[in-house]
């Protein structure tokens, strides 16, 4: 599975978009980048993924640069809710669909 | 609610004892996996079930194992258990029919075992 580099903390305004980098540089074609976060020692909470092109659900946006190699995860309107700890992780197939899990980012998100 | 359960949510035993961890599956959801998070490595993956077979090993230990029984739950099972072991334990399922990319895994609320 591709490394990924995430910073390893961020704070954040309530109400405010929070932007969450993440680098992949050796992501390969066939890899996909997924996002979960985990709130204070729930279980890991998936958000979003995606293969080249940008996505958005309800709870997230996800860029994916041109050359795969980097992605941010836009949280529209931070609230206090969304503090926890973010994961990028990418995922290749033949790995028995398992998800490798590194530091994530830890986000404070502040009235 | 992600759907997926967990019991029981707290575990309190002694070194050298054995524990059972149980995880059902969504609704149609025909893979199981299991993740350990302790403070000092994080989230790791264990293994991994697909539809009452072992797909995949991860970093489990020989004195764990676990299983998936035809109704499609799963169980970890941990013996000989030691002050180390004391951990998050998360279970995840997904529907994983076929080798689609796109299969994603939802966490239950997990079991924290804690080893005395």
């Known amino acids: 599975d591709a490394k990924t580099t995430q910073p390893t903390s961020m704070d954040c305004a309530e109400g405010r978009a929070a932007n969450l980098p993440c680098n992949h540089s050796?992501?390969?074609?066939?890899?996909?980048v997924y996002w979960y976060r985990q709130i204070h020692s729930q279980g890991p909470q998936y958000i979003i993924h995606?293969?080249?092109n940008n996505e958005t659900n309800e709870m997230a946006s996800l860029i994916i640069t041109e050359d795969r190699k980097s992605s941010t995860l836009i949280l529209p309107h931070a609230t206090l809710r969304d503090t926890a700890v973010y994961y990028c992780?990418?995922?290749?197939?033949?790995?028995?669909?398992?998800?490798?899990f590194g530091g994530g980012t830890r986000v404070l998100v502040k009235p | 609610d992600s759907g997926v359960t967990q019991t029981p949510k707290h575990l309190i035993t002694a070194t050298g004892q054995r524990v059972t961890l149980r995880c059902s599956p969504r609704?149609?959801?025909?893979?199981v996996y299991w993740y350990q998070q302790s403070l000092d490595q994080g989230l790791q993956f264990l293994i991994h079930?697909?539809?009452?077979?072992?797909?995949a090993k991860g970093n489990i230990l020989e004195r764990f194992s676990a299983q998936q029984f035809p109704d499609l739950h799963s169980e970890l099972n941990l013996s000989s258990l030691e002050l180390g072991d004391s951990a998050l334990y998360f279970c995840?399922?997904?529907?994983?029919?076929?080798?689609?990319?796109?299969?994603?895994?939802?966490f239950g609320p997990g079991t924290r075992l804690t080893v005395l």
């Open positions: 992780i990418v995922r290749v197939a033949a790995a028995g669909n398992k998800l490798t």
């Open positions: 050796t992501i390969s074609g066939n890899e996909y």
């Open positions: 609704s149609g959801d025909l893979s």
């Open positions: 995840a399922s997904s529907v994983d029919i076929g080798l689609y990319l796109t299969d994603t895994q939802y």
């Open positions: 079930y697909y539809n009452g077979e072992e797909r």
């Open positions: 995606g293969l080249k």
